[in-house]
């Protein structure tokens, strides 16, 4: 995975209650770092350690907002199908 801002990453982590957060930055590892640390988001920062389980890496910050809106409009089955396909 690059991590030296060619990509602008949408992400998807799985939480410790087993729930879905999806997000997206230009340095995945970085972020996923700050997450875990409890200072990534409000909604993760009580559902420690998350991992990372799903990214796709875009062109532009415009497109990962885009496709960071899209993933957050399916319902968890549609999530899990994704990742499923993705398989990390």
Known sequence: MKS???????YILRCADDTLYTGWTTDLERRVAVHNAGKG??????????ELIYYECLDSKS??????????????????????????
């Open 41 to 50: 988001a409000k909604y993760t920062k009580n559902r420690r350690p998350v």
């Open 63 to 88: 497109l990962a907002l885009r496709r960071e809106c899209a993933i957050k409009a399916m319902s968890r089955q549609e999530k899990l199908r994704l990742i499923h396909r993705f398989e990390i």
């Open 4 to 10: 030296n801002g060619e990509c602008h990453y949408v």
